[in-house]
């Protein structure tokens, strides 16, 4: 049962996060890094971010996002720059971006038996900000079903189990994501 559950987490994660994740972003989805002179990381970081920000809500059809998906490698660095206060160099704090979740996501490797499934992540040094609220449904058909059926006795198979789900996902990647390169 636990194997089932973590396997069918598995999936999810990657049926809602590689569309993200493997979107080929051009120009109008893309943030480069911020390369302001004398200034720290995390202060280039935010910056980064607030022109991520006015990107999205400049855009056309507009994409106010507020969920960060980016690697675990990168959190201290995005926690840092939008965490806490940062000032520029007049002592001014600068302003906060709306963000209500950040989802750090590296991927994982499921080995059954002989096979190994690896599901891939956000890659270090980028991250991606998430409009979810209108372009972004998922259609669930069922969910997680587990049958258990024709046992073989001659085997010793008390029952074969099967695990099935039928569920799709509609994203509009291009409409609600924006791709963020952070500074190094």
């Not at 080929?24 to 720290?40: I, V």
């Not at 991520?52 to 960060?68: C, D, F, H, L, M």
């Not at 007049?90 to 490797?109: E, K, S």
Request: charged share 20%; aromatic share 10%.
């Amino acid at each position: 049962n636990q194997a089932f559950g973590r396997a069918y987490n598995y999936f999810l994660n990657h049926a809602h996060l590689s569309a993200i994740t493997t979107y080929s972003y051009t120009g109008a989805n893309q943030t480069p890094a911020d390369a302001t002179a004398s200034t720290t990381r995390a202060e280039k970081t935010l910056r980064t971010f607030q022109a991520a920000y006015k990107e999205g809500v400049n855009a056309s059809p507009q994409r106010t996002w507020s969920v960060i998906l980016a690697s675990e490698s990168d959190r201290f660095q995005i926690e840092e720059a939008l965490l806490q206060p940062i000032r520029d160099a007049q002592g001014n704090q600068l302003p906060r971006v709306p963000v209500d979740t950040i989802i750090y996501y590296d991927g994982a490797t499921v080995n059954m038996n002989t096979e190994t499934y690896a599901y891939a992540g956000v890659t270090a040094g980028k991250a991606y900000c998430i409009f979810p609220k209108q372009k972004m449904l998922e259609f669930v058909h069922h969910d997680l079903r587990i049958d258990a059926d024709r046992p073989d006795i001659s085997r010793l198979i008390e029952a074969q189990v099967v695990g099935r789900t039928r569920r799709g996902l509609y994203a509009a990647i291009a409409e609600s994501v924006e791709e963020v390169t952070l500074p190094a």
